[in-house]
């Protein structure tokens, strides 16, 4: 699987969409447009007019302005006047922060598992099955990183801790974005991923928590830095 963002020198195809009559326009157009960032169908580095978006949604360019507001706060666009707008860059150290954020938040969760005894391998077994399946049949990059952020953030989900959980997954979209940068980026990331989703669900399953949180400092740890060499 090649690099999504990698420059062939012609601009990306943007998927056709309608809007559901029940959805406020300027909502539907920052979600739609929204998603094509995070899975880098926009990659970073490109730009992107209203029009580009319009033509593809059949909406005005009134709401597509809205959007690319909202996505200029978020930090996802940078507004260029009478040009468009440009889609932001993923740096070494926005996924390095990240990762560090989430292995905060998920040895705590991995500690209360194995304390609390909480069976988690009905959920996170067929995940590994399902992110092997995918693999296996070459799929994307994004349905690869959906499914890893599923088994992570069952992890946090088994807590049952409410405010943890809303917490862990305001973080979704930037996880999304900066886990299709890595696993583009770092050759065999993507299946390493895998053999550590296994390593962390076996010591779950066995109560170990020493070797868990082992197996989650080298999954969100142990190669962010080799991320320097790749990225800005």
Known sequence: MSAPFASTGSPP???????????????FVYHYVKQLIVDLVLPPGHIVTEMDIAKVTGLSR???REAFLRLDAERLLQLLPRRGALVTEVTARQIRELSTTRLVLEQYAVREIVERNLD?????LPLIDKQR??????????????????F??????AVGNTELTELY??????QQRTGVVAFSVQPGRAEMAVEHHQRLADALGRGDL?????????????NVWDLERFLP
């Open 133 to 150: 399946a995918l693999l296996a049949d070459r799929a994307g990059y994004p349905e690869v990183i959906a499914c890893d952020r599923e």
């Open 210 to 222: 020493a070797d868990a949180q082992a197996a989650l400092r080298e999954h969100l740890d142990r």
């Open 13 to 27: 195809v943007l998927p056709e969409a309608s809007r559901p009559a029940d959805q406020p326009a300027k909502d």
């Open 120 to 124: 988690v391998s009905g959920v996170l």
């Open 62 to 64: 009134t709401p597509v």
């Open 169 to 174: 997954c305001s973080m979704g979209d930037r």
């Open 152 to 157: 992570h953030t069952s992890i946090i989900r």
